[in-house]
């Protein structure tokens, strides 16, 4: 295949390197977890389960660290949004007294 057709390809196809990339780190601490489990099955380590499982429970926690960043920081700026909309609705309230007094 010529590198020209390579290249139409990747643009008929929409790749995205970084979708491959996101993927390959998505499954590095499960699939951790299931090297872990076998050796441990087939008693290579001897491990406790937690140490054996601990892949699987980084990657819960880092997903839920994600989720929670990404709520922090819509909640920030919904406050910070908030905050604009209600200082503007203050001075027009005043402006309005301010006109009928």
Request: no cysteine; hydrophobic share 50%; glycine share 6%.
């Amino acid at each position: 295949m010529s590198e020209e057709s390579l290249n139409t390809h990747m643009k008929n196809n929409n790749y995205n390197p970084a979708n491959t990339i996101g993927l390959q780190l998505g499954l590095v601490f499960p699939f951790l977890a299931l090297l872990f489990t076998v050796l441990k099955l087939y008693e290579i380590i001897d491990w406790s389960w937690w140490l054996v499982l601990s892949p699987m429970i980084f990657h819960a926690v880092g997903i839920l660290l994600f989720l929670l960043s990404i709520g922090l920081l819509s909640l920030a700026a919904m406050l910070y949004l908030l905050g604009g909309t209600m200082k503007r609705f203050t001075e027009t309230l005043k402006e309005k007294s301010n006109d009928n007094a």
